[in-house]
């Protein structure tokens, strides 16, 4: 077996094929492919209530017998992985928990645990207790107490090999750029089989969404937030939009309060194939080629040519169903990491309201209606403007002017009112849903909204719980 040897050096990335030592870098033409997750994230699919890990205890023979053949001709993998159970099963692919056999043989500085001046990682702020390292279980713990080093973790993420090897490549290259980014995912290394990559991650413990988000006070939820938007601000500091912000894409551990953004299998960097939209504009400019449009000039048309020959507007809508920003719904050209808002906006929706999921649309135009109900159809025409699209409707249940969030969530939740702590949750929402996303508010300012922002008393005092005697 090769010596110590860093597995995440900060050098281009590069995937380990076949053999250990033998290097090389995944270079091939892009085949193209469809980036629309079809399901929201309400679970059929998603595999996710299976990464408990209780779920250890209990392998499935159907899931066995898929490890020993993923095992058997994965050359090497047993070697340097024992597969413990499948823990996701995604639209690109299946992520299995395993044990690193060879752990003690690297140095990982990706590890917290390690002490590294360098590494970034901490907790987001929490109140409550001294935070643990994230990638033990309660196992660990008592294995340490009891024999020595405790196990280490780790998460095989097994993409399709269906995917095209620009889109994988893609996913390895940014979750590299985002390494040491506190609440990011980080990736350890990556294999290549043949046709097969597996990208290694740190393996992290975390809860059903659908087993808290209806018990969550708003404090507790002000924590998830805290750690999400923690993540958020790393990504798109580096100009990294994610584009599929979801609950099963944030691994968040409600013990311990802490959280993890993964998959970047539909992310961008921002700029990426744009092309001028009409938002990006001064409000001037916009407003005269608004009024000389012939939406604007002709009014509503009363019906629409059968063979439209003109060429459909093509925008990249890769997303979830529900989680979609309104840009994206209406085909916007130069998409940005405030797209990615939109969709925390959401999360934090189904918190408040303890509806889950919020919106279920079936299509796009669905998802549009959906919008335009809360909305009303006035912002939702501006909206459309601001993209050089437009927005009609005759559905009779859509109002003009819409409702106000507090409204929808306290209908919701079936209550006459909203506790003070809930109005500031509600607030920050507000920013979070600006239709127009220069508005919206940013990942950095929502770290400093009166909803997330940690004052100098409560970090002192976190200071004091996290410090270890
Ligand atoms: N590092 C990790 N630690 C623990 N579980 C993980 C980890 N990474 C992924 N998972 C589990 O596997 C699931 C699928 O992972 P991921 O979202 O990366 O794959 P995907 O194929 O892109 O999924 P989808 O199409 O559902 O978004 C996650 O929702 C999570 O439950
Ligand atoms: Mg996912």
Same mark, same amino acid.
Request: aromatic share 8%; with cysteine.
């Given at each position: 077996?090769?010596?110590?040897?860093?597995? &995440?050096?900060?050098?281009?990335?590069?995937?380990?094929?076949? !053999?250990?030592?033998?290097?090389?870098?995944?270079?091939?033409?892009?085949?193209?492919?469809?980036?629309?997750?079809?399901?929201?994230?309400?679970?059929?699919?998603?595999?996710?209530? +299976?990464?408990?890990?209780?779920?250890?205890?209990? =392998?499935?023979?159907?899931?066995?017998?898929?490890?020993?053949?993923?095992?058997?001709?994965?050359?090497?993998? #047993?070697?340097?992985?024992?597969?413990?159970?499948?823990?996701?099963?995604?639209?690109?692919?299946?992520?299995?928990?395993?044990?690193? @056999?060879? /752990?003690?043989?690297?140095?990982?500085?990706?590890?917290?645990? #390690?002490?590294?001046?360098? @590494?970034?990682?901490?907790?987001?702020?929490?109140?409550?207790?001294?935070? &643990?390292?994230?990638?033990?279980?309660?196992?660990?713990?008592?294995?340490?107490?009891?024999?020595?080093?405790?196990?280490?973790?780790?998460?095989?993420? #097994? *993409?399709?090999?269906?995917?095209?090897?620009?889109?994988?490549?893609?996913?390895?290259?940014?979750?590299?750029?985002?390494?040491?980014?506190?609440?990011?995912?980080?990736?350890?290394?990556?294999?290549?089989?043949?046709?097969? =990559?597996?990208?290694?991650?740190?393996?992290?413990?975390?809860?059903?969404?659908?087993?808290?988000?209806?018990?969550?006070?708003?404090?507790?939820?002000?924590? /998830?937030?805290?750690?999400?938007?923690?993540?958020? +601000?790393? =990504?798109?500091?580096?100009?990294?939009?994610?584009?599929?912000?979801?609950?099963?894409?944030?691994? /968040?551990?409600?013990?311990?309060?802490?959280?993890?953004?993964?998959?970047?299998?539909?992310?961008?960097?921002?700029?990426?194939?744009?092309?001028?939209?009409?938002?990006?504009?001064?409000?001037?400019?916009?407003?005269?080629?608004?009024?000389?449009?012939?939406?604007?000039?002709?009014?509503?048309?009363?019906?629409?040519?059968?063979?439209?020959?003109?060429?459909?507007?093509?925008?990249?809508?890769?997303?979830?169903?529900?989680?979609?920003?309104?840009?994206?719904?209406?085909?916007?050209?130069?998409?940005?990491?405030?797209?990615?808002?939109?969709?925390?906006?959401?999360?934090?929706?189904?918190?408040?309201?303890?509806?889950?999921?919020?919106?279920?649309?079936?299509?796009?135009? !669905?998802?549009?209606?959906?919008?335009?109900?809360?909305?009303?159809?006035?912002?939702?025409?501006?909206?459309? /403007?601001?993209?050089?699209?437009?927005?009609?409707?005759?559905?009779?249940?859509?109002? #003009?002017?819409?409702?106000?969030?507090?409204?929808?969530?306290?209908?919701?939740?079936? =209550?006459?009112?909203?506790?003070?702590?809930?109005?500031?949750?509600?607030?920050? @929402?507000?920013?979070?849903?600006? @239709?127009?996303?220069?508005?919206? *508010?940013?990942?950095?300012?929502?770290? +400093?909204?009166?909803?997330?922002?940690?004052?100098?008393?409560?970090?002192?005092?976190?200071?004091?719980?996290?410090?270890?005697?």
């Amino acid at each position: 077996m090769a010596a110590v040897r860093p597995r &995440n050096a900060r050098i281009p990335f590069e995937i380990h094929h076949d !053999e250990l030592d033998a290097d090389e870098v995944i270079n091939e033409e892009d085949h193209g492919s469809d980036e629309s997750r079809g399901e929201t994230q309400d679970g059929d699919g998603d595999g996710d209530s +299976e990464c408990s890990d209780e779920s250890d205890a209990h =392998v499935d023979p159907s899931v066995q017998e898929d490890m020993d053949k993923f095992q058997n001709t994965f050359k090497g993998i #047993k070697e340097r992985f024992r597969l413990i159970n499948r823990i996701g099963e995604g639209t690109f692919s299946t992520v299995y928990k395993a044990e690193d @056999l060879l /752990y003690d043989h690297f140095e990982n500085d990706w590890d917290p645990d #390690k002490e590294n001046p360098n @590494l970034n990682w901490c907790s987001p702020p929490v109140k409550r207790r001294k935070t &643990n390292h994230p990638y033990e279980d309660e196992d660990d713990h008592r294995q340490r107490r009891q024999e020595g080093p405790p196990k280490k973790y780790v998460a095989i993420k #097994k *993409i399709y090999a269906t995917s095209s090897p620009m889109r994988i490549l893609n996913e390895l290259e940014l979750l590299h750029d985002l390494q040491n980014c506190n609440s990011v995912c980080p990736l350890i290394t990556a294999f290549r089989n043949t046709d097969q =990559v597996i990208a290694i991650l740190p393996y992290f413990r975390h809860t059903d969404f659908r087993d808290y988000f209806r018990e969550f006070t708003t404090s507790q939820v002000r924590v /998830y937030f805290r750690s999400l938007f923690t993540a958020l +601000e790393a =990504v798109h500091e580096r100009r990294i939009i994610h584009r599929d912000i979801k609950p099963t894409n944030f691994l /968040y551990d409600s013990a311990k309060e802490r959280g993890v953004l993964v998959d970047f299998g539909l992310a961008e960097k921002e700029g990426t194939e744009c092309k001028p939209c009409l938002c990006q504009k001064d409000s001037e400019r916009r407003r005269a080629r608004i009024s000389n449009s012939v939406a604007a000039t002709m009014g509503p048309s009363n019906g629409y040519p059968k063979n439209d020959s003109r060429p459909s507007r093509r925008a990249n809508r890769a997303g979830t169903r529900g989680f979609r920003a309104p840009e994206v719904l209406f085909k916007c050209t130069n998409q940005t990491t405030k797209l990615d808002i939109w969709s925390a906006g959401v999360i934090l929706l189904t918190f408040l309201s303890r509806r889950f999921p919020f919106f279920n649309s079936a299509d796009d135009v !669905e998802a549009m209606i959906e919008i335009a109900t809360i909305f009303g159809v006035q912002r939702m025409k501006s909206c459309a /403007y601001l993209h050089g699209t437009v927005f009609e409707t005759n559905i009779p249940t859509i109002g #003009k002017t819409g409702f106000t969030l507090e409204k929808i969530i306290m209908w919701s939740k079936a =209550v006459n009112s909203l506790s003070g702590e809930e109005k500031l949750a509600v607030a920050f @929402l507000e920013r979070c849903f600006e @239709l127009d996303p220069n508005k919206r *508010i940013s990942a950095k300012e929502a770290l +400093e909204h009166d909803f997330l922002r940690v004052d100098d008393e409560e970090e002192d005092e976190m200071e004091i719980i996290n410090t270890p005697e």
